[in-house]
């Protein structure tokens, strides 16, 4: 003999599991600065310059002229373009 339950989806859900929140199923992955904004190449994560307190790579020393002279334009930049930047973090003391 064969039986054959059916429960209804409401009586199957775990009420004690833990609802997930719309922001939860939509949160989008962090797109971390991997290009340096001025030569397109890869970044140096010893060459930065820290702006606004946000940190932006770049791949050499030249570039950080650059960087320097509108810092700005580049966070801009790289925000438009979805990228997360680091956060700047304070000077160590010697």
């Known amino acids: 003999m064969l039986t054959v339950l059916a429960i209804s989806p409401a009586l199957a859900s775990d009420t004690n599991a833990p609802a997930s929140t ?5 949160a989008a992955p962090v797109k971390r600065q991997t290009v340096c904004p001025v030569m397109g190449g890869e970044v140096d994560k010893t060459q930065f310059v820290d ?6 790579y770049v791949c050499c ?6 960087i320097k002279k509108d810092p700005a334009k580049y966070v801009k930049q790289l925000e438009a373009e979805g990228v997360t930047l680091d956060k700047a973090e304070p000077p160590k003391d010697k």
């Not at 719309?22 to 939509?26: G, Q």
């Not at 702006?51 to 932006?56: A, S, T, V």
């Open 22 to 26: 719309a922001t939860e199923a939509t």
């Open 51 to 56: 702006y606004d307190g946000k940190r932006i």
């Open 61 to 66: 020393g030249g570039c950080i002229a650059k």
